[in-house]
């Protein structure tokens, strides 16, 4: 699978944009980019997964270059509840593979 | 997105007991499901891969023996810690693949149960 590298941390204030980018130099061409946000005690939750290109929900967007050796995540206007450990997961999407998670990006939004 | 539980969502027991923890999907069957480990300020550590009907696979590093997993229908999983000890109180939680449309799978995570031993 391929590695990823994430800031360790990021500070932003509340109704900000947040970009937190991912750089996944070694991914491969069926490799899907995930993230996941983690709140204290709580299992991760799926937020935005992404190929090439653009993508965009109702909670963030993904921006991938052409290239697809980093990604970066978009968080709108964030809030206190934003404060959360952010996973970028690159892997391929056509079976049931394993993920490994980096050590995230631990974002904290300041009132 | 699809639901995953976990049961208990908090355990205590004493050093030497033997403790369940299981994971369920609740509107989605899942041949596969994944149990991890994270330690506080850590990342999770993928521990076993667990599948439907088969033994599980375990990653380099996690006693088979000591991590019981048994995956006996496509939307329950089961993590049984025995002859737990102190080190092993953790936050486990466990994940299910869901297949999206077209070629995407993803992936879909517990609550996670936090585990201590005294």
């Known amino acids: 699978l391929a590695k990823t590298t994430q800031p360790i941390s990021m500070d932003s204030y509340e109704g900000q944009e947040v970009n937190i980018t991912c750089s996944h130099n070694?991914?491969?061409?069926?490799?899907?980019i995930t993230w996941y946000q983690q709140f204290p005690s709580q299992g991760p939750r799926f937020i935005i997964q992404?190929?090439?290109t653009k993508v965009t929900n109702e909670v963030a967007s993904l921006f991938i270059p052409a290239d697809r050796k980093s990604s970066t995540l978009s968080l709108p206007r964030v809030s206190l509840s934003d404060t959360a450990v952010y996973y970028c997961?690159?892997?391929?999407?056509?079976?049931?593979?394993?993920?490994?998670f980096g050590t995230g990006t631990r974002l904290t939004i300041i009132p | 997105g699809a639901v995953v539980s976990q049961h208990p969502s908090w355990v205590i027991c004493k050093s030497g007991t033997s403790v369940k923890i299981e994971c369920r999907s609740l509107?989605?069957?899942?041949?596969?499901m994944f149990w991890y480990r994270q330690f506080p300020k850590q990342s999770l550590m993928l521990m076993a891969t667990?599948?439907?009907?088969?033994?599980?696979?375990?990653e380099q590093g996690v006693e088979k023996d000591k991590f019981l997993i048994n995956h006996a229908s496509l939307t329950l999983s089961t993590l049984t810690v025995t002859s737990a000890h102190p080190e092993d109180s953790s936050f486990y939680i466990c994940?299910?693949?869901?297949?999206?449309?077209?070629?995407?799978?993803?992936?879909?995570f517990g609550p996670g149960t936090r585990l201590l031993v005294l």
């Open positions: 509107d989605f069957q899942a041949t596969t």
């Open positions: 992404g190929y090439k």
């Open positions: 667990s599948n439907e009907g088969s033994k599980a696979t375990y």
């Open positions: 070694n991914i491969a061409t069926n490799d899907y």
């Open positions: 997961l690159v892997g391929p999407n056509f079976g049931n593979e394993k993920l490994t």
């Open positions: 994940s299910a693949t869901v297949k999206e449309a077209g070629p995407k799978k993803t992936q879909y």
